[in-house]
């Protein structure tokens, strides 16, 4: 394992393990000089050849990777199992070698490695003829279930740990994408409630001065000195209309910037996951102002909005028709329905009311038709403005 990617508390049990691992050689040295043995340079060299493998496993980089390490751990078995054969005190080293086996291999081989290690050391203690008591069978399988409850119980703390650290990481990336929404939904709010307040003010005023200018330009009798002042008048209003409408229009969603109100509905269609939603357009299109497109656009992304995340519908269809006197938007799905009586009063501003009164801002109608089991079908018609009122 690369040290790099170690927490604290894996350092600590790492650097734990490698005084372990020390300790116990040198305590297998030091028991073999001071016996009569002599084989006790033999498990001297065993012992150093051990330490040096063990050492190589923090000093080689390829020891990181998982072929690597289990090439190392191979390794290091191999000449403890020499030890092993060499001196009885070489069973002590088992109870490292357990955890470097449950750490470094997959748990379908860790297990069977120790147990094959547990077995190994009882093996050479009766092998080496050491007097026969539980302790010599019980030590080392004792052992071996003390580090396979160890490193199962870390395993999966440090599991838990990561998943919540992962928890925490989504809540805190979403709270930034609910926090750059919200302001993205404010931005757009002001955006059309400023073409709004143009639209119905500013607008209307010089649209409704031109006007008056153009039935007193009539009413002049000719060659007044009066009519150069009324036709400047005038064209100065219908210069600022122009640039009041060119305002209403920059601050319209940019859903509408690129193409018409038919187009950005068969472009939200497009774009509806989980759902199979068709536009239909009927009747002769004519232009809406820019309010009234606004207004039937985010109706209709509501409306699917919610359709998308509650009615659990397969299919939508939204149909935008042309009347003589009035345009209508209905958005019908095939979900599962609700009664309208008991719906919610809103949901951060996509609910019923904030629909019906978008609609009935500009004087228009909402209605909701559904039942529980029998779908949906939201419907608002919009009277069209008088010709020339803007």
Not at 255 to 266: P, T
Not at 366 to 386: M, N, R
């Amino acid at each position: 394992m690369d040290p790099r990617s170690l927490t604290p508390v894996l350092r600590v049990l790492r650097l734990c393990l490698h005084l372990l691992m020390a300790g116990l050689l040198v305590l297998v040295a030091a028991r073999a000089l001071a016996g009569d043995s002599t084989g006790a340079g033999a498990v001297v060299a065993a012992a150093v050849v051990m330490a040096v493998v063990y050492g190589a496993g923090s000093l080689i980089p390829a020891v990181h990777t998982r072929a690597g390490a289990a090439l190392w751990l191979a390794a290091l078995c191999a000449v403890w199992l020499v030890l092993l054969v060499l001196s009885p005190d070489g069973l002590w080293l088992a109870f490292p070698l357990y955890f470097l086996q449950l750490h470094l291999l997959p748990a379908r081989w860790g297990v069977p490695a120790v147990v094959l290690t547990a077995g190994a050391a009882i093996a050479s203690y009766v092998r080496h003829g050491q007097p026969l008591n539980p302790g010599a069978f019980i030590g080392p399988l004792l052992g071996a279930a003390v580090a396979v409850a160890t490193v199962i119980g870390y395993q999966t703390l440090y599991r838990e740990s990561e998943r919540r650290r992962r928890l925490i990481e989504e809540l805190i990336a979403t709270r930034a994408e609910l926090a750059a929404a919200e302001r993205t939904a404010g931005t757009l709010a002001e955006r059309e409630r400023l073409a709004r307040e143009i639209h119905d003010t500013l607008a209307q005023g010089l649209s409704s001065i031109q006007l008056l200018l153009r039935a007193a330009q009539r009413t002049l009798p000719p060659q007044s000195p009066a009519a150069p002042h009324i036709e400047q008048a005038r064209a100065a209003a219908q210069d600022n209309l122009a640039e009041a409408r060119r305002f209403v229009r920059a601050l319209s969603p940019p859903d509408l910037e690129s193409g018409s109100l038919a187009g950005a509905l068969e472009r939200l269609c497009a774009t509806a996951p989980g759902l199979t939603a068709r536009f239909t357009e009927s009747g002769t299109p004519s232009g809406l102002p820019t309010p009234y497109e606004v207004a039937l656009l985010r109706i209709a992304q509501s409306a699917l909005a919610n359709t998308v995340r509650h009615a659990d519908a397969r299919r939508a269809e939204i149909t935008l028709s042309f009347m003589d006197t009035a345009v209508a938007l209905d958005i019908v799905d095939d979900g599962r329905g609700f009664d309208p009586a008991s719906a919610p009063s809103g949901d951060g501003g996509f609910g019923l009311p904030a629909m019906r009164s978008r609609a009935e801002s500009l004087g228009g109608t909402f209605t909701v038709e559904s039942a529980p089991g029998q779908g949906t079908a939201v419907a608002i018609t919009l009277p069209l403005p008088v010709e020339g009122s803007s």
